[in-house]
């Protein structure tokens, strides 16, 4: 079974701050990860995947995220937060012995004040 | 834009009623998904659909009907709802229906059952 656990359902940050935003998984065999990120009243927009390879990410609007094998983790990063920034941000993992399934974290919504 | 439309955008319907979520995507993919998203939970996969073949049906109570009459269209047929199918309903695409494609999500349909 597969699984994805974003632990905290909010995250504040001042403009020009970094911000994390946090992700764990649990897969049987290798993780294809991903970002994606919603607007109110959008659907979810893609930001970034890891597939293979470096283990740092780089994506849309200057986010990165870093796959940590050990720690079972992608933490999605931008080192400087706009106000636009803030949304909904859902981490989603498959692997593939998963079927067609792109299972979701619940989501953590970042508000980034101004 | 994604490049994944949906209409409508919003959708009121009583119990006994029959409507229709309409997707179309416009980037040439082969697989089309649709999920439910309900405040609180996960976004739940329902259906999937690869070059126009049904492959993989989550579940999902006999009232929800899909319909996939070429690769760039994607039907929800609706009969017969409960209130607790009231969510926001999100199409969406992707080059292929392998675990290492992201797929590309449309504005979604906010449906009341009332």
């Known amino acids: 079974a597969q699984s994805v656990a974003q632990p905290e359902d909010q995250v504040n940050v001042a403009e020009g701050n970094p911000l994390t935003v946090k992700c764990t998984y649990s897969v049987s065999g290798n993780p294809y990860l991903f970002w994606y990120v919603q607007y109110p009243n959008r659907g979810l927009q893609f930001l970034l995947k890891y597939i293979t390879g470096d283990n740092l990410v780089k994506g849309s609007y200057g986010f990165e995220a870093e796959f940590n094998k050990s720690q079972t983790s992608f933490h999605l990063k931008k080192p400087s937060a706009l106000v636009s920034d803030s949304a909904l941000y859902f981490c989603a993992v498959r692997d593939r012995d998963s079927g067609y399934a792109l299972n979701f974290g619940k989501g953590t919504s970042l508000l980034v004040t101004p | 834009e994604t490049g994944v439309t949906q209409t409508p955008r919003h959708l009121v319907m009583g119990m006994t009623n029959k409507k229709s979520l309409k997707c179309e995507q416009h980037l040439g993919h082969n697989a089309m998904y649709w999920y439910k998203q309900s405040a609180k939970k996960p976004l739940e996969l329902m259906f999937v659909?690869?070059?126009?073949?049904?492959?993989e049906n989550n579940s999902v109570p006999s009232r929800f009907s899909p319909e996939c009459p070429n690769s760039s269209h994607l039907f929800l047929h609706l009969h017969t709802l409960q209130p607790e199918d009231s969510a926001l309903y999100l199409c969406?695409?992707?080059?292929?229906?392998?675990?290492?494609?992201?797929?590309?999500f449309g504005p979604g349909t906010r449906l009341t059952v009332t």
């Open positions: 969406a695409s992707s080059k292929e229906p392998g675990p290492t494609y992201e797929q590309y």
């Open positions: 659909y690869s070059l126009e073949e049904r492959v």
